[in-house]
């Protein structure tokens, strides 16, 4: 779903886990019922992942949201669903990073991003946020811009979570020997299971980095 951005004042994005990942809860639905029985008057949250990477809308993004004790007012909150890091998925990452780009280019830059544990005592959101969003020490995200093209000698190590044109070519290159990706230029987890499968099968270190070695098996 496209971002519209609100008329109310926003300066910060938060983003959260919903501590579960049983297929069940997998809806923002039932996201809203567990806040409901709280006594809230609605989801806390404004946007709800889904392990497919589709978004669900929750409380009008007009509504200051519930999510962030002391910290709701000038904020969006967004929660993804999961809880054990590792089954995060790549479709959900394409999302949020996709998601947050539209909020970072509606507000020109001028919003930054965070996780829920930044102002609270939580260990939420279990996922490397930072590393998924490419963030800098204060929560800025670089507006996007045109990828510089990749020249062949343009091969550096790159690894799970690293974006741009680099990764994209890899994803090329292991298209070329059947994997199936989409070659977004994001290095998620799809890459690199496709990259230790590709590293297993010419008797590389199987360790998901793709350095000279790996870039030379595949013919780069």
């Known amino acids: 779903m496209p971002f519209e951005k609100p008329d109310r004042f926003v300066e910060r994005l938060f983003l959260h886990c919903s501590a579960s990942d049983r297929p069940e809860h997998d809806d ?19 946007l709800f992942v889904k392990k497919d990477g589709h978004v669900q809308a929750g409380r009008d993004l007009e509504v200051i949201p519930a999510a962030q004790a002391g910290n709701n007012t000038g904020t969006i909150a967004v929660c993804l669903h999961g809880l054990a890091v590792e089954r995060f998925t790549e479709a959900q990452y394409r999302s949020v990073i996709g998601l947050s780009n539209e909020v970072n280019a509606a507000y020109d830059g001028m919003v930054t991003f965070h996780g829920h544990c930044e102002v609270s005592s939580k260990a939420c959101p279990v996922f490397p946020y930072r590393e998924v969003l490419g963030l800098d020490a204060h929560g800025n995200m670089e507006l996007p811009q045109d990828p510089t093209p990749l020249t062949q000698a343009d091969t550096p190590t790159v ?12 994803q090329e290159l292991l298209n070329a020997q059947g ?3 989409a070659a977004d230029g994001i290095f998620g987890v799809m890459t690199r299971e496709a990259v230790v499968r590709f590293q297993t099968d010419n008797e590389l270190d199987a360790d ?10 595949l013919g780069e």
């Open 179 to 181: 994997a199936g990706l």
């Open 159 to 170: 690894r799970l979570m690293d974006r741009g044109p680099a990764a994209r070519r890899l």
């Open 208 to 217: 998901a980095i793709v350095g000279p070695l790996t870039w030379i098996a």
């Open 28 to 46: 923002v639905g039932v996201m809203r019922d567990w806040h409901l029985a709280r006594g809230w008057s609605d989801v806390g949250y404004h």
